[in-house]
């Protein structure tokens, strides 16, 4: 058996989760995964040799394609288009900004070799390796609406970093970059949006400098967002987020070592007994395990399969197509 951390974290947060997502997903994306989606497609692009323009170019193509069809799970009263162009701004300054960050030695990466657990299962490492690090480094990218030690600490306790670490045996270089909150349909974060000085309209401005520093900016500043300023250009908009130092503040890189062996052995112990519960699991069908009820709600969204869930009787597996999900493409994570 294959197994990877997104399976391993399905099924230990719901048995039903874990099963449905085997073969189904939500019709339509909600709208920052999306985002991130198409923002972990351009960091791979920049380092596999792509340069900044390109990467965020096709990045933003993908997201216009995936935004009309199949469509975002916007909440009603949002404009999804305006909210596409936020974050297709989003994705050409943070892609610029990023390639920055990396300079002067971006990692090249390439897709990591399965581990091999057992002679029955193996685990297929979802971040990316650098074929040119000593260690084999891996990196991983992650979006947040903005940071916390808290979410820090879970995403190091997860199995997408503590358990690639451990069984892949190598390093990872953790990305976290923060693109700030959805408020009323439309993305409120220096990445899209900026203000302009009174007196001097062509400078834009994301944070006060020297002893003014921390402060707000006063009413006679003008609020802009780059997705309504065409001729505005996204490597001007980073520079100036750069100058006023806002682009560092929205991006960390944590260096997550590998645990010590008795660490890894253990985990290792762990995903084996977990990867046996998913042999024992395969010809299930989504309602015999019982509900995880604290899961339904307990995520940074609620569960999309709750219409399946909340129901008297279980749907039949032909019928879920009906209810506003599509089968998993093969291959498709």
Request: hydrophobic share 40%; aromatic share 8%; with cysteine.
């Amino acid at each position: 058996m294959l197994l990877d951390a997104a399976s391993l974290t399905s099924l230990q947060s719901c048995p039903r989760r874990y099963l449905l997502e085997r073969h189904w997903r939500a019709a339509k994306w909600q709208p920052k995964s999306l985002l991130y989606h198409c923002l972990r497609g351009a960091m791979e692009h920049l380092c596999r040799g792509g340069d900044a323009k390109a990467a965020a170019d096709l990045a933003r193509t993908r997201l216009l394609e995936l935004a009309a069809d199949p469509g975002m799970d916007t909440a009603p009263g949002v404009n999804p288009y305006a909210l596409a162009l936020d974050f297709c701004a989003m994705i050409d300054t943070i892609v610029r900004s990023e390639w920055r960050s990396l300079q002067p030695e971006p990692p090249q990466l390439v897709e990591a070799e399965a581990v091999a657990l057992c002679e029955r299962h193996q685990w297929r490492v979802s971040a990316r390796q650098d074929s040119a690090s000593a260690t084999r480094a891996l990196h991983r990218w992650v979006f947040w609406d903005s940071y916390s030690d808290a979410k820090l600490s879970a995403e190091l306790h997860s199995w997408a970093v503590f358990g690639e670490v451990a069984l892949a045996g190598v390093p990872m270089q953790l990305h976290i970059i923060s693109v700030g909150r959805m408020v009323d349909g439309r993305m409120e974060s220096p990445w899209a949006a900026c203000v302009k000085h009174p007196k001097f309209p062509n400078v834009l401005r994301f944070g006060r400098r020297g002893t003014a520093k921390g402060k707000s900016f006063t009413n006679t500043f003008q609020r802009m967002r780059l997705s309504d300023m065409p001729q505005q250009s996204p490597d001007e908009w980073v520079d100036a987020m750069w100058r006023d130092g806002v682009a560092q503040q929205l991006r960390r890189s944590v260096q997550v070592q590998v645990p010590p062996p008795e660490a890894c052995g253990d985990a290792l112990r762990q995903v084996l007994a977990e990867a046996d519960r998913m042999q024992a699991m395969a010809k299930m069908q989504y309602a015999e395990p019982p509900m995880s009820r604290a899961a339904c709600d307990g995520g940074w969204t609620p569960c999309p399969f709750q219409v399946l869930c909340h129901r008297a009787e279980p749907v039949a597996a032909g019928l879920v197509g009906a209810e506003g999900f599509r089968r998993r493409e093969n291959g498709e994570r």
